[in-house]
Each structure stands twice: as structure tokens, then as C-alpha cells.
């Protein structure tokens, strides 16, 4: 039986799953990330429900798949509170659940997110988000603000750095306070740090870290080395990130600046951690960390997220402290809907999850070892959608015109062979559709077509083509306090 104690959840923003010292990467520095997983267990085959940000959170709120709500599909459809969260479940259960930080949720006032509080909430613009995501067609503008990834990248100080460092020291005045309480029930922290998101600009003390004879080059960024799928050439044409690099310098300075801020984002939550120790609260609090997509940085001339390889869907997920094996690996597939289940578990609250959420406490135990988690993606970039099946050692990427995509991770960890078109593996190929369709309830074409009617109403109410076009594109939400800066 599971002890019921406080929750720690720590979740970052666009950290690829591999940049950790403790997943084996080569030069990312993760200290305290590092160190947590060498006390609990990481979970090394763990994805986003969808790989941007608003619908992956509001997927991580509500335990539940986008084609399950029918809603939340991309920047300009925020999470408002209206399909039941865990935040929710756990306030109703007498639990004090209070985040701080970014929830990118609509946040609009009379808006119930569940959370017994919020500080420094960070949330969609003006409670609409990202309109241009609404414009999915060959009309779709090309992204003005893409350029300024690679011309704002290196060593300095951003609105989120900044505000991480507020973040941070919020999560030590909250948990100091905490010494002292007695609460009736174990409760919930929520920290949600923004970076490694974009811009690319690291603290010098962290950029310094990683010079080009450090970083090297992204694996199959020369031109003949990129594979040509149409999904890929969509989302090049609207987010033309890789177009305004001029050279190996831009990439490795890139480079420099987004793992300069994974080694910042550590930082921080060392931070919070240390604060959590300090408060004496330690061994009465399971942590879980998390973020709420990957990013390509740089491989296969990508950028951002949005795609369904494995750095830009799969997430990295641990997990410590009562009944989590202590320096475990676990290659069960897991999602960030699986939040819900392990904190209602983790902190004894008797409310059901929804049925495709499974705790993580249990899967570290061994419980569902064999399990399939899905990802889909309806986003900005895309003229239609993708869906990602991961099912034991089987990765299958499945589009609703386009040629799917199939992959053996096992044998072929980097995704460097799509095996879809190989006779061999028909059978395979037909087995995951079948239960991709069953996962979905209905065809890939229907809900694509669905997601688009739903689309084209949100659109139609903000004015239409016109008006979005008008209102301009904005590269990345600004923290609380900082007026937008649109393009």
C-alpha cells in the first residue's frame, strides 16, 4: 500500500530527454537532475501527449489525450479549467495544491484551474494564445519571428531567465513556510520553470560551459543527411527556423545557448530542492520531475519542437522519495498523462483517474510493462495531423495522407532507418494501425477533420484570416509583467 505523503512536481519547459548526465549524454550538465535519478527511478521511455505547449499541458492537467477532450489542440485552444485536473481532484480532496510559475492555461478571470493557488502565473496572451496556429492550409504565413532564434542566441540575460530565478525563490519562501505547517493532508507543489524554452539566450557563467569544440554539431544536420518527409517540408515552410542559420558558427552558438540553459534550468531546481531538504520536509515529500515537450536542437536541420522524433516528443521524466526504486531505469512507455494517477496516489487522494492514466509509482514497481502511449499533434506547421504510437520496442508514426513512419528503437535508438516501406515489416505496420485506431476510437481522417471544423470556428471568432494576420505573430508568451513583443 502506497504511504501518502507530499508531492514535489518540478517541470521545465522544451528539455529534450536525452540532454541529462544521467541518460548518457556527453557534455549536458545536470547535476541535481543527475542526482535525483541516482535516488529514484527515471523513466526512460517517456513522452508528451502532444510536442508543444499548450495542448501537452493541458493534457498533463486533465490525465487525458487531446481526442479524448476534443479540445486543447494547439497554442490558440488553453486549457480553462472546464475538463476536471488533478489540481482540481486534489483541492476537493482537502488537499492544498499551489502552483507557481508557468501554466500556460487561458487564465482568463472566473477561470477555476483547480489549484488552491496560483503565483506568478504565467498564461496564453490575452486568453487567446498563438491565432496564427488557427491558419493550418498552403495560406499559412511564414513565421516572422523564427529568425530571431538564431539572431538572439548566446550568452547574456532573457525575460525567462529572470523569471525562472523568481520562480525559484518563490518555491523557497513557499517551502520555508512549509517548516513550520501542520497540515491536516499531505499537500502539492506545482514549480513550473520555463526554460530551456527559447529565446537562446544563456547566463554567460552557463554558455561559457559549452564551447563549439564542445558541442560539436547536430547529428544529420548537413542537407543530404535530412530526411525529406512532407510533414518535415510543411512545418520548414512555416516555422522557417533553420533558414535564417548562416553557418556552423549560428548552429554551435545555437547549441551553446539552449544546453547553457538546460544547465541553468538544473540550477534552479537544485534550488528548490535544496530548499525542500533545508525545510526538513525531505524525507516526508515525493518528487517528480518532468517537461512538458522535447526540442530538436538542431538535429536534422529541426529546431523547436513539433515533430514526432524522439527529441522533440519524448520528455524526461524521474521520479524519488517513499516505495520509487532508487537508482532504477525503467523502458515501460510512460506520458505526462500519467501525472494524474501519481498524484492522487502519492498523496492519498481517493478520486479515479481517467482510464488511460496509470501512476507512476506503479510502473516503477513493474506494474503495465507492456503498454502503448500516444502522441498527436494538430499544431502550427502542420497541414495535417500526426499521430505517434510507442508500443515496447516500436515507434510508429502514423499521418492522415502522408507516409507513416515506422522505427525499431530498440535496435535503432537515433531513428536513423524508417522501416515503413520495408515489406518485412507489413504486418507490424498493420498491427499498430489497428491499435492506433482503437486508441483513437475513430479513423485518423476523421479526427484530423474534426480538429480542423473546431479549428475554423475559434478562427471565425477572433475576426478570421484577416484579423489573426493582422494581430501579428509572437515568437514566445512573455512571463507575468512583460508586455508582448509581437512580429
Known sequence: MTVAQNLL????DEHTPRAMGCAGHPFARTPNLDALAARGTRFASAYTPSPICVPARAA???GQPLHAMGRHHDNADPYDGAVRSWHHALRDGGHEVVSIGKLH???LPGDDHGFSEERLAMHVVDGKGDLLALIRDETAPARKGAAKLSATAGPG??????????IAAEAESWLRAKATAAPAKPWCLFVSLVTPHFPLIA???HFSRFPPEVVGMPKLYAPDQRPTHPFLADYARTVPYDSHVRGTEDVQRMMAGYYGLVSFMDEQVGRVLRALEAAGLGDATRVLYASDHGDNVGARGLWGKSTMYEESVGIPVILAGEGVPRGAVVRTPVSLTDVFATATEATGCAEAPPPVSSSLLAIAAGAEADRAVLSEYHASGSREAAFMLRRGRWKYVRYVTYPAQLF????DSEELTDLAADPAHAATLAELDAALRARLGTTPEALDAAVKSRQAQILAANGGREAVMARGDLPYSPPPGVRPAWS
Open 203 to 205: 547566463p554567460p557563467e
Open 157 to 166: 540575460e532573457s525575460d525567462y531567465t529572470r523569471y525562472d530565478r523568481d
Open 408 to 411: 525499431d528503437l530498440e535496435s
Open 9 to 12: 512536481v518540478l517541470l521545465s
Open 105 to 107: 492555461f487561458r487564465g
Open 60 to 62: 498533463l492537467a486533465t
